[in-house]
C-alpha cells in the first residue's frame, strides 16, 4: 500500500518539521537562560547549599528527548516509525476485514 502524498501534503508536513525545531530552540535556549540564572542565584544566596543542578539536570533530560524527537535520532519517537505502523494496522484491518466477508 503507498501513499502518495500531494504538494500541499508535503508542504504541510515540512512546515510541520520546521515548527518542531523552532519548538526545540526555544527550549534549549529557556534551558540554558533559566539554568544561568538559576546557577548564578544559588551561588549568590547560598553558596553553601548547591541545588541548581536538580533542575539543570532533570530539565536537562527533558531536553535531550525533545532533541531526539525533533531530530528523528530515536526511531520508535520519529515520523517513519508512525507511518510504518499506521500502514501495519491499516493493513491488519484489511485483513480482518477479508477473512470476515
Do not use: C
Amino acid at each position: 500500500m503507498e501513499i502518495n502524498y500531494t504538494e500541499e501534503d508535503k508542504y504541510n508536513q515540512a512546515k510541520k518539521k520546521v515548527e518542531n525545531i523552532k519548538g526545540f530552540y526555544s527550549n534549549l535556549t529557556s534551558y540554558i537562560g533559566v539554568n544561568i540564572v538559576l546557577i548564578f542565584i544559588n551561588l549568590y544566596t547560598t553558596p553553601n547549599h548547591l541545588w541548581f543542578y536538580f533542575p539543570l539536570i532533570w530539565w536537562g533530560i527533558g531536553v535531550v528527548f525533545h532533541g531526539l524527537k525533533v531530530f528523528e535520532v530515536f526511531p520508535v519517537l520519529g515520523k517513519g516509525w508512525e507511518e510504518r505502523k499506521i500502514k501495519e494496522i491499516m493493513e491488519k484491518e484489511k485483513e480482518n476485514k477479508n477473512k470476515w466477508q
